[in-house]
T-cell receptor, first 111, second 112 residues
Framework: RKEVEQDPGPFNVPEGATVAFNCTYS??????FFWYRQDCRKEPKLLMS???SGNEDGRFTAQLNRASQYISLHIRDSKLSDSATYLC????????????FGTGTSLTVIP | DAGVIQSPRHEVTEMGQEVTLRCKPI?????LFWYRQTMMRGLELLIYFNNNVPIDDSGMPEDRFSAKMPNASFSTLKIQPSEPRDSAVYFC??????????FGPGTRLTVT
């Protein structure tokens, strides 16, 4: 079983829509959680860190459910510029600061 | 902040040649990671260091790959001899454990 699993999509949504991505992780000892955004042929860039039950930054909201071991990312009022691949990342300090990446969810926002 | 610096940004080489990729992590970070990304296999962790010490190199494909971190501000990933299947984008990332990683812009390697 993979440490982190994501629905690869693709998600194709119209501008202005709300979209949600889910991510599950297998190790209950996971301590830190992140969402990264990766544009084509670019490096992954940090979108949001999730250290408690959730985090909100403008149109982006991340939620963490430790009991069910999943993290979600919600994007409100989607913009064309939100089109990218979104990576779920989990960190486990008990394995020496190992980061585990999901395979990514592809989002295309359509005019 | 300068961010993570990688060089070269692009490398084209012939099969059998030695390739050295370089990375300068963000100052103050104590962990450094080397990743490889291809369309087929996605993002793969090759090796990571904590406080300049290699912790997990299980992702290194084979003995042709080696990585060093002689000090807190510099790391290299070497491929010798290179093969066409090594063609990929190689990313270096750093973090201050256990907080978020920051990626460099990557080195796009093409082995012909």
């Amino acid at each position: 079983r993979k440490e982190v699993e994501q629905d690869p999509g693709p998600f194709n949504v119209p501008e202005g829509a709300t979209v949600a991505f889910n991510c599950t992780y297998s190790n209950s000892a996971s301590q830190s959680f992140f969402w990264y955004r990766q544009d084509c042929r670019k490096e992954p860039k940090l979108l949001m860190s999730v250290y408690s039950s959730g985090n909100e930054d403008g149109r982006f909201t991340a939620q963490l459910n430790r009991a069910s071991q999943y993290i979600s990312l919600h994007i409100r009022d989607s913009k064309l510029s939100d089109s990218a691949t979104y990576l779920c990342v989990v960190n486990m300090m008990n394995t020496g600061n190992q980061f585990y990446f999901g395979t990514g969810t592809s989002l295309t926002v359509i005019p | 902040d300068a961010g993570v610096i990688q060089s070269p940004r692009h490398e084209v080489t012939e099969m059998g040649q030695e390739v050295t990729l370089r990375c300068k992590p963000i100052s103050g970070h104590n962990s450094l990671f080397w990743y490889r990304q291809t369309m087929m296999r996605g993002l793969e962790l090759l090796i990571y260091f904590n406080n300049n010490v290699p912790i997990d190199d299980s992702g290194m494909p084979e003995d042709r790959f080696s990585a060093k971190m002689p000090n807190a501000s510099f790391s290299t990933l070497k491929i010798q001899p290179s093969e066409p299947r090594d063609s990929a984008v190689y990313f270096c990332a750093s973090s201050f454990a256990p907080y978020e990683q920051y990626f460099g812009p990557g080195t796009r390697l093409t082995v012909t």
